[in-house]
């Protein structure tokens, strides 16, 4: 079957969401969205977004809050560029409907996390993603001309590669829409539109520990990849360094906030140990908190580190963090008596599919937004709360291109597209033993390509999840898709595109840390890793990336 529309997005968080929210303005929009409409990581992220708000704070301290945190790889002008639009997304998002928390004065009240100079946060309590998505949902509902298919999983960007037509040399690649596998019949829908947003979100899942939701398997990543698309930054991802740990719960993500709210992490001994690692002690930047854990684990050997809150009134912390005292209390542990135990996990990719300030991407008529690009505001590491702003901000700015993309070629047809192809079946038996290689990728890449690496370390699990990687690819072609065969090939496509930036980047720098070179070295490195077909290639941040991709 075959769907039409003006405007289709792929993925039903913040990002696809407020873009949905804008397009339905001035045409059809579909959203596609693989599980139930509010399973995203916007929906787990329990932190806020960060916006100048007080008085005391200015534009110029959260820009180099977030040049600091991002150790010199951020693009500048990207950065400012959503500081300044900070103060009237709030408003947006309050005019579209999400209600922050106010303190008893009437005024937002704004939290501070770890790297931020004031405090800048602004909070739904502790579940701020979960508040701004249902309200976005709520505003998406009045629009008739937008439609929500749930359950849906994309299997292939459309472009010329499936129209049997070989793009032209330095020529650029067109995206026509998706194919769709409609989880509920096993039939692959085929959908078209001049313009497609890729707002999938993170890549979590590849890890063997991760506070994202399941469906975070990095499938706009693995697919925009497959296109001919250019994806940077991989080596980036974000361990959190608080998740709970606790042997009968999954990781469960215990809020930078916390530690803004005073915090403290501790050994079993009882040692504040963070005033070692850096002057801002529990506050500092996630990469140096989840490496001093990952340091202190090492020398102990212990299993976990502690998040102390017990000498914070006990009244202040339930009201403040209401679903963490909650979660907690379900598996018999009060955060206001005792300590909380907490590990590092996979939290958040700083890298992903490359755009330019208007969230275009290096294939014709695709854009993305959200966790899944890389737009060059959180260079090697995100300043907290940033993501859910420069989600809203540069969706924004990939709608206001799009719209004119779109009036621009609503004369053109959309192409005649094959229908998908599907001959073959599973074999049961065969499926059994493919299905254990999601497991194995997400061990290999916690134990060699995690919070602190070397060549030997990526070397091997290079070795080991090419090869996992080519049996599921010989197993694809042969077979009828399913959810979990089209989520474990993107695994590990995602898989090795992170461990060949990382193997590309001699030095270290933010969320990239390797013994083989401990040191960061801006006159070689300073710039982004890219990835595009069978090149990878080092972009300096002194070329902008507001000129011809194809140069």
């Known amino acids: 079957m075959t769907h039409k529309c003006d405007f289709l997005v792929l993925g039903s ?158 020529g650029k690649i067109h995206c026509w829409g998706v194919y769709a596998l409609d989880a509920h019949t096993g039939k692959v829908h085929t959908f078209l539109a001049p313009v497609t947003l890729l707002a999938t979100g993170g890549t979590g899942r590849v890890y063997l520990y991760t506070t994202n939701p399941p469906i975070a398997t990095g ?24 998740t709970l740990y606790h042997p009968d719960d999954d990781s469960f993500l215990i809020s930078e906030a916390v530690r803004g709210f005073g915090g403290i992490l501790r050994t079993r001994s009882g040692e504040a140990f963070m005033k070692k690692y850096h002057p801002m002690a529990d506050l500092a930047p996630r990469d140096i908190v989840a490496r001093a854990i990952d340091a202190e684990l090492k020398r102990s050997g212990e299993e976990c580190v502690y998040l102390d809150v017990t000498h914070l009134d006990p009244d202040e912390v339930r009201n403040r963090f209401p679903h963490i005292f909650n979660r907690l209390q379900e598996l018999h542990i009060d955060m206001t008596k005792e300590w909380i135990p907490v590990v590092p996990a996979a939290h958040y990719m700083c890298g992903g599919v490359l755009t330019d300030l208007f969230g275009r991407t290096t294939i014709e008529g695709l854009y993305a937004a959200g966790e899944v690009a890389c737009t060059g505001v959180h260079g090697a590491n995100r300043l907290a709360s940033n993501s859910l702003l420069e989600a809203v901000v540069f969706s924004k700015q990939a709608f206001e291109n799009a719209k004119a993309y779109v009036e621009k070629n609503r004369n053109h047809a959309l192409p005649e597209v094959p229908a998908w192809d599907d001959k073959g079946t599973l074999n049961q038996e065969e499926w059994v033993l493919i299905s254990h290689d999601q497991r194995e990728i ?110």
């Open 219 to 242: 499938d706009g990543i693995a697919m925009a990849y497959r296109a001919g698309a250019m994806i940077a930054n991989m080596e980036f991802m974000q361990f959190h360094p608080t």
């Open 13 to 170: 968080g913040i990002a696809g969401l407020s873009f949905a929210i804008r397009a339905a303005e001035v045409g059809t929009v579909i959203i596609l969205t693989k599980k139930e409409k509010a399973e995203s990581n916007t929906n787990y992220a329990q932190g806020g977004i960060a916006a100048v708000l007080d008085p005391q704070d200015s534009f110029e301290s959260h820009v180099e809050d977030t040049l600091i945190a991002g150790v010199g790889l951020n693009r500048r002008e990207a950065v400012e560029f959503i500081v300044r639009e900070g103060p009237c997304t709030v408003k947006e998002l309050q005019a579209w409907g999400a209600v922050f928390t106010q303190t008893p004065s009437g005024q937002l009240d704004l939290g501070r996390e770890g790297g931020h100079s004031f405090s800048r946060i602004v909070h739904a309590k502790d579940h701020t993603g979960r508040t701004v998505e249902q309200a976005l949902l709520e505003k998406v509902r009045s629009y008739p001309n937008i439609q929500i298919l749930e359950n849906y999983i994309c299997v292939e960007l459309i472009t010329e590669h499936h129209l049997g037509v070989k793009p032209k040399p330095k």
């Open 442 to 551: 997400q061990r290999l890449m916690w134990d060699y390509v995690g919070i602190v690496r070397s060549d030997e370390r990526l070397d091997r699990a290079e070795r080991r999840i090419r090869l996992i990687a080519s049996d599921i690819e010989a197993f694809y072609k042969k077979t009828k898709v399913t959810p979990a065969l089209l989520e474990l090939r993107n695994i590990a496509c995602v898989a090795l595109l992170i461990i060949r930036c990382a193997q590309f980047r001699k030095e270290s720098r933010g969320l990239h840390y390797t013994t083989d070179y401990p040191d960061r070295d801006d006159a070689h490195w300073l710039g982004d890793t890219v990835i595009q077909e069978h090149r990878t290639f080092f972009w300096p941040l002194s070329v902008p990336l507001q000129q011809n991709w194809s140069s």
